[in-house]
């Protein structure tokens, strides 16, 4: 049994649908991962709290907070990437504050089990300036669960949800064992 919290932030919602493609909405794709990613936390013992469970917007900013006064061990964050052209690009990545960091190890640990679904490893990218990252008083990461315009990764994605969501939360899980040896 886990003894610990992790907030879970499908991103988006409500007037904002995040990237679209061919009938696809990032809000709807990523609210069915992080209820998926939660049932899997949940059967070994997490407490999870999501951001929104059903379709509504918050900012970035206010999700954070939420996320900070939860007090949770880890925030993640959940979408799906776009590029500027169809089918371009493929694959995971995850975005963190800090990569020298235990939401680094996090996100390392994350792109690690959905690369043995299948999905290609892109790697981790600091970036400074997502409120989700940077407001948070946690480890805190943002997922990129495929390309929600390449076809192969939704392909992937609808083929293998279920394998999806446990790898995030096995990776989530994997970190929290780690960090407290």
Partial sequence: MADFSVVLDPGHGGWNPGAV?????????????????????????????????NDVYESPAQKAAEGNRSGADYFVSIHRNSSPYP????????????????????????????????????????????????DTTMPAVLVEVGFINTDADNALLDAKAAETAKAIADGILETFYETRR
């Avoid at 696809?24 to 951001?51: C, H, M, P």
């Avoid at 371009?88 to 679904?117: H, W």
């Fill in 21 to 53: 493609y061919g009938g696809r909405q990032e809000k709807n794709d990523v609210l069915q991962i992080a209820f998926d990613v939660g049932y899997f936390l949940e059967q070994s013992g997490v407490d999870v709290t999501y951001t929104r469970t």
């Fill in 87 to 134: 089918n371009q690009y493929t694959g995971v990545e995850t975005l963190v504050y800090n990569e020298n960091s235990t939401a680094g190890r996090l996100a390392r640990n994350i792109n690690r089990q959905l690369e043995g679904v299948g999905f290609v490893n892109q790697g981790i990218e600091e970036r400074k300036n997502l409120p989700v990252l940077r």
